[in-house]
Structure formats: C-alpha cells, structure tokens
C-alpha cells in the first residue's frame, strides 16, 4: 500500500466505504421507519415484486429459515403478502405482494433516494466507472 503521512491509500478508500455503507443504512431505514416496517421487512418486500418461497428468500439473505418465517408473518398480519400454493410444488408456499404490499414497495422506493441521489452526482462515464470498481471489489459472488 502506498503511504501518506497519515494514512496509507488502502484506509481512506476503507473509510470512505465505511462511510458511504452507515449514510446509506441510515437513510434505507429512515425511509422503512416511515412506512413503519423494520429494515429486514423492507429487505423482504421489495423481493416479492415476484413471487418467491420463503426458502429462498432465506437463501438470498444469508439468514435462516425461522428469521424469514417470523418477518413474513408480521407482513401477513399487516395485509401486505399473502402465502400462495405453488402450483409447481404444491409441499411449497410462494409469497406475494398484496395490492396494500405493492404500494408500500413502491412508496418506499420513492422514499429512499440515496442510491439515486448519490449517482446523480456522478457524470454518466463515472457512473460506468464507479459500478465497475463495485462489482471488482466485491469480488467473485
């Protein structure tokens, strides 16, 4: 890593990441607040734009199964998704967005902007460039 005086190039990058990370947190659960869910139930909602298994859901969070059970069940009781039959698989249940569900998604992404905002400050060349350093740094997954 290259040395400063202070610090070497590799801890303000981490800085600046840890920074950008907690200002978009703060802003995605502000905008859940709002609408008065949690950040895990938004997590779940804005995935049902197509309907899902609970599995999978649980897959693609990276939690467990028991965690994605309780979220939908206060969701269900709210009236925002509703447990289907699969019809390929009728042991499996898929999740949908009630029509309530739906406007809430759609509400709270009207509401969280920071996403937007922040590459609305970029030129379209740095937005390319930005997404590409992302997904490098990310690495392989």
Do not use: W
Not at 20 to 43: H, W
Not at 123 to 137: H, I, Q
């Amino acid at each position: 890593m290259v040395k400063t005086a202070e610090h070497t190039v590799g801890e303000r990058a981490e800085q600046a990441m840890y920074s950008f990370v907690d200002a978009y947190d703060r802003d995605y659960g502000a905008a859940a607040t709002a609408f008065d869910l949690t950040v895990p139930q938004v997590c779940v909602l804005v995935r049902l734009r197509q309907p899902r298994t609970m599995g999978s859901l649980a897959v693609e969070l990276e939690c467990d199964a028991s965690n994605i059970t309780q979220i939908v069940n206060r969701l269900e009781a709210r009236g925002l998704v509703s447990r289907e039959e699969d019809p390929i698989d009728r042991r499996s249940r898929l999740l949908r967005l009630t029509r309530e569900g739906l406007r809430i998604v759609r509400g709270f992404e009207r509401a969280f902007t920071f996403a937007r905002d922040a590459v609305g400050r970029l030129s379209p060349r740095e937005t390319e460039e930005l997404a590409r350093l992302l997904r490098k740094a990310r690495g392989p997954g």
